[in-house]
């Protein structure tokens, strides 16, 4: 159960959730946890990558577990190489695991993690959910220890079910803000690709993310980062500006947006 100031005070080991770099160049979260680290998706390649956990502090033998949420290149392409350098399991669903080990991926690192099931690491309980996205097994992920919980969910066409209870109750929250649907439909993107953003299995928009966020904030979220927000379709301003207006009487909820190329790190409010 998550505690919640006033309510036996702040977490011992709180969840410290870092958006490595995000959007559709590349995406990768490092979630931190007392002893535990782990890594959500490897975008971009295993230097970049190793880099950016550098630039956190750490090294890639340190991490516990790297959990997948879907084959699509911006969340994987730096395994095949990355996966040779890091001891710790690589997580993720029987239809990720086969695009994993056709791109290089040895089969015997890859521990399936199928969609509504749980593994245990240490004192961290994570549990993946089934994520609306054009991707065949792709997922989101819950991480729950028994004074804390973050979830992360991005690449999801809509709030589903299982997206739902993969983040409600979740005090640190990374969570897709990708596009302003204004300017997605008004844009340049060809007529097909816009059809497949804007699909309930495409991506979240700044609008949909907004109001998620306010069901997220009355059930205990104190941190946010928006993250895969679009570089043609989205900045910074308009995604923040729609969760914070959708957060109006939630003025205790941190929220960020994450970069494409740089770590940004999720902070109580009080920090930033
Ligand atoms: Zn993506
Ligand atoms: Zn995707």
Redesign the pocket.
């Known amino acids: 159960m998550t505690k919640l100031p006033g309510e036996g005070g702040a977490p011992l080991f709180p969840f410290l959730l870092t958006s490595l770099y995000s959007?559709?160049s590349g995406?990768a979260w490092l979630l931190r946890c007392g002893p535990r680290a782990f890594l959500i998706d490897a975008?971009k390649s295993a230097r970049t990558l190793t880099r950016a956990l550098a630039a956190c502090g750490m090294e890639p033998e340190e991490l516990d577990g790297v959990f997948v949420?879907?084959d699509?290149g911006?969340?994987v392409s730096a395994l095949p190489v990355f996966s040779a350098r890091v001891p710790c399991p690589i997580y993720a669903t029987e239809e990720t695991a086969a695009t994993l080990t056709a791109s290089g991926v040895f089969r015997d690192r890859i521990v399936l993690l199928p969609a509504g099931e749980s593994v245990r690491v240490g004192e961290v309980t994570v549990t993946s959910y089934p994520t609306p996205h054009d991707a065949p097994g792709s997922v989101c992920y819950r991480f729950s220890s028994d004074e804390d919980a973050c979830g992360v969910a991005?690449?999801v066409g809509c709030v589903t079910d299982g997206v739902l209870a993969c983040l409600l109750g979740c005090r640190v929250v990374g969570v897709e803000s990708n596009h302003d649907e204004e300017r997605l439909r008004s844009g340049p993107y060809p007529y097909p690709l816009k059809r497949r953003i804007l699909s309930p299995e495409g991506?979240l928009s700044n609008a949909a993310c907004a109001a998620l966020l306010r069901r997220l904030a009355e059930a205990g979220a104190e941190e946010v980062i928006l993250a895969?927000l679009s570089r043609e379709n989205n900045t910074p301003a308009l995604a923040l500006a729609a969760a914070r207006e959708a957060l109006a009487d939630f003025p205790l909820v941190s929220v960020r947006a994450a970069a494409p190329d740089t770590p940004v790190e999720a902070a109580p409010l009080c920090r930033r």
């Open positions: 959007g559709s995406n975008g949420t879907h699509h911006d969340h991005t690449d991506h895969h």
